[in-house]
């Protein structure tokens, strides 16, 4: 059963600072891994989408690795701004034979930015 | 516009009641998913389907019902014997592995 990690829970740092969020995932057939951005009471954005077969992907000031076989994705956020303060999940796709089959996310890191 | 709907925003169960959360889209993606999200426990998939008459349990299924009878909507019934029923819950829909979700319907027990 995939089970997914994301470090540190929480980070709250001044604006400007370029970020690190760490997510580690224990099996590692994937079908892809997304990034996503939750604001409180709020449904998902997706901000990265990474495949399998890819190794970063990069949207404005983020950008996402993959690491598959080591079980690691990690998100970078470049000259933070308190518009980003919010939850950030990372969520491998699992996989069968018949394709994708719905996400296992981690818990979060909850990210506060400070103005 | 094109999205995911989920309806009601809010919705209160009774002890013993049933209650239906209703999700919709008009994006004409053929797999749909529902998810429950609990504080500190991430979200967890309930129910998913990856084409019309057709869904699979995900890994907390008990409690919970589903049915795909038209490719754009995927209801989710919360039945009496889902004993922790209060949660956020989301739905989501995918193409080409990408998955969407909607903004969710809380539900609380009375």
């Known amino acids: 059963k995939q089970e997914v990690t994301q470090i540190p829970a929480a980070l709250s740092v001044p604006e400007g600072e370029n970020l690190v969020l760490n997510c580690s995932f224990t099996d590692s057939a994937i079908y892809n891994l997304q990034w996503f951005r939750q604001d409180p009471g709020k449904g998902l954005t997706s901000l990265l989408l990474?495949?399998?077969?890819?190794r970063e992907q990069t949207s404005g000031r983020l950008n996402a690795s993959l690491d598959k076989s080591s079980g690691r994705s990690t998100l970078y956020i470049a000259a933070s701004q308190p518009g980003d303060s919010a939850t950030y999940l990372c969520?491998?796709?699992?996989?069968?034979?018949?394709?994708?089959?719905?996400?296992?996310f981690g818990k979060g890191t909850h990210l506060i930015i400070q103005p | 516009d094109g999205g995911i709907t989920q309806s009601p925003k809010y919705l209160f169960r009774k002890e013993g009641q049933n209650v239906t959360l209703s999700c919709e889209q008009n994006?004409?993606?053929?797999?749909m998913y529902w998810y429950r999200q609990d504080p500190g426990q991430g979200l967890r998939l309930i129910y998913y389907s990856q084409i019309v008459n057709d869904f699979q349990k995900g890994d907390i299924a008990e409690g919970y019902s589903v049915s795909r009878e038209k490719k754009e909507s995927f209801p989710l019934t919360v039945t009496s014997a889902q004993k922790n029923p209060t949660a956020f819950y989301l739905c989501?829909?995918?193409?080409?592995?990408?998955?969407?979700f909607g903004a969710g319907t809380r539900l609380s027990v009375l």
């Open positions: 990474i495949q399998s077969s890819q």
């Open positions: 969520a491998p796709e699992r996989y069968s034979g018949g394709g994708a089959d719905g996400l296992t």
């Open positions: 989501a829909s995918s193409i080409e592995n990408v998955e969407y």
């Open positions: 994006l004409n993606h053929d797999a």
